[in-house]
């Protein structure tokens, strides 16, 4: 692992861009700390921990990097972008002007995200607007009330969360991994070490240092099993048959497999099922508004209704992000195209449906881990009183954690192969310039051959 890391320090190209990424994530952190104008900070503080939500907002405030609780100009964080991606994920094979631009290409995708960017604007607006309005009706805790400080306050939460987005472009154009997960990372992993610390003194008072140390235990077999199926794949092999290579001369044929994760969908469904279910709620809690006070009371975070709904939505969204990214159609017309045929399955209609059938399955199993991955871990943390555990050591966190490093550890491993491949090239030039200084009489027949 440390010759890898210093091996990443060799290669001018990578090491420019991960230096990129860390600047990016340097001055993200730092617009965590600079507060809204007109906002009693501790008072903000106070209310986050005595919400009768708090589990809500706690989530919200993981998602944020911990910038809601400073209630600082990037507290919506990239929610917004996330919850109007949904929406038009969700559009795109409803509404036929979106299908058709979806598939023009290049093109096509860029006038989507233009329009995904004008969504973001109105809903962070909004969204804005609604929880400066809610935050008038707790006393203290604005100390400007008024029209001026809710349009301020809508206005300089959508700057930050199109900064916030600005920054994760930036990342994925001119860095390593995905930018948006990244962020997205970054703020979990920073907030990993005040969690652990809040678990440590909580328990630490009742004397219970041995639930402390079965929540540690609890949270490395979690990432031990999340990195265990992360990197599961079920093999489909694939027959290439021998081709003519000259006169009268035929290639072998060979076999290669058709590599399908268990879990396809990666980390997105965790992320749009937490910003799914999280952003009424927010608002609700934000707005105060009675005659739901019942409701709330049964879509509590942790509750049972709540994790429920929560594994609904991460069902739903494997499904749905698994039918976006795989196309058995096109799986088996590429297929057909090189000449290679899965054995015993005809090539065409019948290979479409035998991979389709082999992604449904495999949906199937990743779906109940997501389930089991995001939601035992945070029930079994807030039995034991670690809530604050809970939020960056459950499942969601670590799924989140582990699927973006394997994922960026994926893109860093072409640059290293690059390096050891030209490393192994300008060797063996090298020997062969040896052998030639060295047997003089032999440099013509070495160069013959």
């Known amino acids: 692992m440390i010759g890898g890391f210093f091996d990443t320090t060799k290669i001018p190209e990578l090491r420019r861009r991960i230096l990129f990424v860390i600047l990016m994530l340097i001055i993200y952190r730092i617009g965590i700390f600079i507060p809204i104008p007109g906002i009693d900070v501790l008072a903000f503080?106070?209310?986050?921990?005595?919400?009768?939500?708090?589990?809500?907002?706690?989530?919200?405030?993981?998602?944020?990097?911990?910038?809601?609780?400073?209630?600082?100009?990037?507290?919506?964080?990239?929610?917004?972008?996330?919850?109007?991606?949904?929406?038009?994920?969700?559009?795109?094979?409803?509404?036929?002007?979106?299908?058709?631009?979806?598939?023009?290409?290049?093109?096509?995708?860029?006038?989507?995200?233009?329009?995904?960017?004008?969504?973001?604007?109105?809903?962070?607006?909004?969204?804005?607007?609604?929880?400066?309005?809610?935050?008038?009706?707790?006393?203290?805790?604005?100390?400007?009330?008024?029209?001026?400080?809710?349009?301020?306050?809508?206005?300089?939460?959508?700057?930050?969360?199109?900064?916030?987005?600005?920054?994760?472009?930036?990342?994925?154009?001119?860095?390593?991994?995905?930018?948006?997960?990244?962020?997205?990372?970054?703020?979990?992993?920073?907030?990993?070490?005040?969690?652990?610390?809040?678990?440590?003194?909580?328990?630490?008072?009742?004397?219970?240092?041995?639930?402390?140390?079965?929540?540690?235990?609890?949270?490395?077999?979690?990432?031990?099993?999340?990195?265990?199926?992360?990197?599961?794949?079920?093999?489909?092999?694939?027959?290439?048959?021998?081709?003519?290579?000259?006169?009268?001369?035929?290639?072998?044929?060979?076999?290669?497999?058709?590599?399908?994760?268990?879990?396809?969908?990666?980390?997105?469904?965790?992320?749009?099922?937490?910003?799914?279910?999280?952003?009424?709620?927010?608002?609700?809690?934000?707005?105060?508004?009675?005659?739901?006070?019942?409701?709330m009371s049964y879509i509590n975070h942790g509750g049972f209704f709540y994790e429920l709904f929560f594994g609904l939505l991460i069902v739903f969204f494997c499904f749905f992000y698994t039918a976006l990214t795989l196309d058995p159609d096109k799986l088996a017309d590429n297929l057909k195209s090189n000449g290679a045929f899965i054995p015993t399955v005809r090539p065409g209609k019948d290979t479409s449906a035998y991979i389709g059938d082999v992604i449904t399955k495999l949906t199937v199993w990743g779906s109940i881990y997501m389930c089991i991955v995001c939601i035992v871990p945070q029930v079994f943390y807030r039995e034991l009183g670690a809530v604050s555990f809970s939020y960056f050591f459950g499942g969601t966190a670590v799924l989140i954690t582990v699927g973006v490093v394997i994922d960026t550890i994926s893109q860093i491993e072409p640059y290293l192969v690059s390096r050891n491949y030209t490393s192994l090239i300008k060797k063996g030039a090298g020997k062969m310039r040896g052998i030639g200084q060295a047997m003089p009489h032999m440099k013509g027949k070495l160069i013959q051959r």
Not at 90 to 95: Q, Y
Not at 123 to 135: C, E, K, P, R, T
Not at 143 to 158: R, S
Not at 224 to 251: C, D
């Open 45 to 295: 503080k106070n209310f986050m921990e005595q919400s009768a939500a708090a589990g809500i907002l706690g989530m919200a405030n993981m998602f944020s990097g911990g910038a809601l609780e400073n209630f600082s100009i990037m507290a919506l964080g990239i929610m917004p972008y996330i919850s109007v991606s949904i929406i038009f994920q969700l559009l795109r094979h409803t509404v036929k002007p979106l299908e058709e631009l979806a598939q023009e290409g290049q093109q096509g995708k860029r006038k989507i995200s233009k329009y995904i960017r004008i969504g973001t604007v109105f809903l962070a607006l909004f969204q804005g607007y609604v929880i400066s309005a809610g935050l008038e009706t707790q006393g203290g805790i604005v100390t400007t009330p008024g029209l001026a400080f809710k349009i301020c306050t809508a206005i300089t939460l959508c700057t930050g969360t199109m900064f916030v987005m600005w920054l994760g472009e930036q990342i994925t154009e001119h860095g390593i991994g995905n930018g948006i997960s990244i962020i997205i990372m970054a703020g979990i992993v920073a907030r990993m070490p005040s969690g652990i610390g809040s678990a440590y003194i909580l328990l630490a008072d009742d004397d219970a240092y041995g639930k402390f140390l079965l929540l540690f235990a609890f949270g490395l077999a979690i990432v031990t099993f999340v990195v265990f199926i992360e990197r599961s794949l079920r093999e489909i092999p694939v027959k290439y048959p021998g081709r003519a290579v000259g006169r009268g001369q035929f290639s072998k044929s060979f076999t290669q497999h058709l590599p399908l994760k268990l879990n396809s969908s990666g980390v997105m469904p965790a992320i749009f099922a937490s910003a799914f279910i999280s952003l009424p709620i927010m608002f609700i809690q934000f707005l105060q508004i009675e005659a739901l006070d019942s409701f």
